[in-house]
């Protein structure tokens, strides 16, 4: 078994900051890329920032320049750096994980439970 655990979700007025934490547990041999998604209501989950073991980022165009993905690869975690929030960044935000499982021939994906996070004055 594989377990995505996710910390750091909240309520913050427009313009702060926070930042979400991702630990990946359990039967892994190893991860290829770790990235956050979201999901507002009504609207498709869709990919926030994704990061490559081998450094390679991904970013949404809505999210660039204020949000910074960030891993350590020795500890299987995953962290989410974001600034200059907006209502619109207003979601339940999700890890995931591409995990090559103990005894597996190929990677899976794994999800975590979900952060809410809401930009509110």
């Known amino acids: 078994q594989v377990q995505l655990v996710e910390s750091g979700g909240g309520l913050v007025q427009p313009g702060g900051s926070l930042r979400l934490s991702c630990a990946a547990s359990?039967?892994?041999?190893?991860?290829?890329?770790m990235g956050w998604y979201r999901q507002a209501p009504g609207n498709r989950r869709e990919l926030v920032a994704r990061?490559?073991?081998?450094?390679?980022?991904n970013y949404a165009d809505s999210v660039k320049g204020r949000i910074t993905i960030s891993r350590d690869n020795a500890k299987n975690t995953a962290s989410l750096q974001m600034n200059s929030l907006k209502p619109e960044d207003t979601a339940v935000y999700y890890c995931n994980a591409q995990v090559l499982r103990v005894g597996a021939r190929s990677f899976a994906d794994y999800w975590g439970q979900g952060t809410q996070v809401t930009v509110s004055s």
């Open positions: 359990g039967s892994i041999f190893s991860i290829n890329a």
């Open positions: 990061l490559t073991t081998g450094g390679s980022a």
